[in-house]
């Protein structure tokens, strides 16, 4: 679960705003690296482009998964944007359910709202908007 702490820290960038700087980095990266690469250097290449522009994020963040008030596990997520917006990159043919079935799961695990699934495997970039 993401704190209190972290999430302020990032919540001076609304929603919406937030929204598209993050999808104008992935654009971004997609126009300069296109598809090919596997998922970390997506990934890297997202996290230099969020810098450059002043974005707060944290790279391959863990967070405790838990049941019935009780952890059970770990997962780290490729990106946390503002404390507040999850990013799940891919670099697949296509988005899959699955893919947006994790990302409903890190939200619930993390505490989070919004998340993005980002898929770099295509001609054109994939993007599917997760809400919880």
Request: with cysteine; charged share 20%.
């Amino acid at each position: 679960m993401v704190d209190d702490e972290s999430r302020r820290s990032g919540s001076a960038i609304g929603f919406e705003a937030l929204r598209g700087r993050v999808i104008g980095c992935a654009i971004a990266v997609h126009t300069a690296l296109g598809p090919g690469f596997r998922e970390p250097v997506h990934r890297r290449a997202l996290a230099l482009e969020l810098d450059h522009i002043g974005v707060p994020f944290a790279s391959e963040l863990g967070i405790t998964v838990s049941y019935r008030a009780r952890p059970v596990g770990t997962h780290c997520l490729d990106l946390l944007v503002a404390s507040s917006v999850v990013l799940e990159l891919k670099a697949v043919p296509a988005i899959e359910r699955l893919h947006v079935a994790q990302v409903l799961a890190y939200l619930r695990a993390s505490g989070c709202r919004l998340g993005f699934v980002l898929n770099f495997g295509a001609a054109t970039l994939g993007i599917r908007r997760v809400v919880l």
